[in-house]
């Protein structure tokens, strides 16, 4: 039988694509791709994070989509998208330029917004022309570039060669995460969200991660492991806005800090008091509040309402 991979009510349920494509990478990897609201309404991309999919993106779905083309695909081996040989920072920017070129026309931008590593996308590929052409803004919400495993929280202990040693072992340990249990919801709460978060938040998250195939889990634990990307932080120069949670134990709110103090072009820093690494499902108005206010910070919203 197969597990249930996302909620299937409520706010937190994927709602149905318009249409769904597929764009092929540089190597040949294969991404699922999913396009939502008005083929001629100002574009919006959404890049997820290590072990979710296109359902951790259904409250900023639904609430874009409305006046927003919002485009989101699934990571390489994540969700619908296929497993693949290679996992770095490379393929993730790799994969992101192929979703740019398959869904946006000739001199289309959009504002990509991405999470965890979704964001770790945004700046591996932030040198690319591909991006810096079709990227109108950027959104890097509970993310980090570098010391993920260092600055990790998720061990109560004092910071150290031992917390970074353990740390790095549960992070990238091989074992399957199994069923969605009262205990699984418990442990995943406390990892990855914050102290307040309601049940049914809880409960979309954990179908999300515990769906992601353990092999696909582990690989990309080990790139982030040793992701550095800090010099992409400084490439990134369209108007880039920062989101964090302040209980964040996975990327602690000294990474947003440190992008926002980084970026060449910052545009704002939220500090989202009490909430966790799921900012997207912690704080859903938020963070659709943060990528609607960059489509009008960069004219694209004006541009589509001149066009009409």
């Known amino acids: ?3 249930l991979t996302h909620v299937t009510s409520g706010p937190y349920a994927p709602p149905t694509a318009r249409r769904e494509l597929t764009a092929v990478s540089a190597d ?4 699922h791709v999913e396009v939502h609201g008005e083929e001629d309404a100002p574009a919006v991309v959404l890049a997820h994070g290590w072990t979710c999919s296109t359902a951790f993106w259904a409250a900023q779905i639904r609430e874009l989509a409305g006046e927003h083309r919002v485009i989101a695909y699934d990571q390489r081996g994540h969700g619908r998208s296929p497993a693949a040989a290679e996992y770095s920072t490379t393929a993730l920017a790799d994969d992101l330029v192929a979703v740019l070129k398959a869904t946006l026309g000739e001199g289309e931008q959009a504002v ?8 770790m996308t945004i700046m591996a590929a932030a040198a690319r022309p591909e991006f810096t052409e079709r990227a109108a803004a950027a959104l890097l919400c509970s993310t980090g570039s570098s010391r993920l495993v260092e600055e990790s929280l998720v061990l109560p202990v004092r910071a150290g060669r031992a917390r970074t040693r353990i740390t790095s072992a549960v992070l990238g340990s091989r074992a399957p995460l199994g069923p969605v249990t009262p205990v699984a919801r418990k442990v995943l709460k406390y990892a990855t969200m914050g102290p307040g978060s309601a049940p049914e938040r809880v409960e979309a998250c954990a179908r999300i991660v515990h769906a992601c195939p353990t092999r696909v889990r582990h690989a990309w634990s080990q790139v982030l492991a040793g992701l550095d990307l800090d010099h992409g932080v400084g490439r990134l120069t369209v108007p880039t806005a920062v989101i964090g949670g302040t209980a964040d134990r996975l990327t602690p709110i000294v990474h947003a800090r440190g992008l926002a103090a980084a970026l060449p072009n910052c545009v704002g820093l939220t500090e989202l008091t009490g909430m966790g690494h799921m900012t997207p499902i912690e704080a859903p108005e938020a963070v659709s509040r943060a990528i609607r206010e960059l489509a009008r910070l960069t004219g694209l919203t004006e541009m589509k309402e001149k066009a009409s």
């Open 112 to 119: 990509v917004a991405g999470h965890s590593m979704g964001g």
């Open 1 to 3: 039988m197969s597990r």
């Open 28 to 31: 040949g990897a294969r991404l």
